[in-house]
């Protein structure tokens, strides 16, 4: 099973991210990630195949930046357990950031009606076509909350998202379908989080 965090509010967000997964690992998972502002106005991704312990040793120099991000443990499914397919993974501009429990069963439909109209893949995971299809979306004028919810009623399974955008800084989006495992939210003061499982 994968894991999944989110966090916003005041605080660092990577540390509480990487805690959080911390927390997650006895889930299993072979590759971590997060997502976090960057000081140019984008998102930075930060992956590393392997433990937890291999993506914050490569963190240790690196100055991270936000109240904000999204964070992820995989347990491959479509895909071999690389850098580049681990998550968080991104739409084509680097605008959107998604991380993912499930399996998107029409991926190979939406993966070439993407493809077909100029979007550009980097994985082998059936995750990616999310954040593509949350900028197919966006492209069009919709706000995030309302691109992240047109993508969730085209993918078809069990599904648990969050999703964050450097054009809506202030907010994640989250959203369940079918049996893909939990999506907690928990309220804090000046703060929300929100987490595959309660640890």
Known sequence: MCGIVGYIGDRPAAPILLDGLARLEYRGYDSAGIALPDLHGGIAIHKAPGKLSGLIQSLASVA??????????????????????????????GNVAIVHNGIVENFVELKREL???????????????????????????????????????????????VAASQRDPERIVAFRLGNAGGIVVGYGENEMLLASDLP
Do not use: K
């Open 64 to 93: 991270l930046q936000g109240t904000s991000g999204i964070g992820h443990t995989r347990w491959a499914t479509h895909g071999t357990p690389t850098m580049v397919n681990a998550h968080p993974h991104t739409d084509c501009t």
């Open 115 to 161: 493809e077909d109209t100029g979007h550009q893949f980097t994985s082998e995971t059936d995750s990616e076509v999310i954040p593509h299809l949350v900028e197919s979306y966006l492209s069009q004028g919709l706000s995030l909350q309302e691109a992240v919810r047109s993508a969730a009623l085209r993918i078809e399974g069990a599904n648990a998202v």
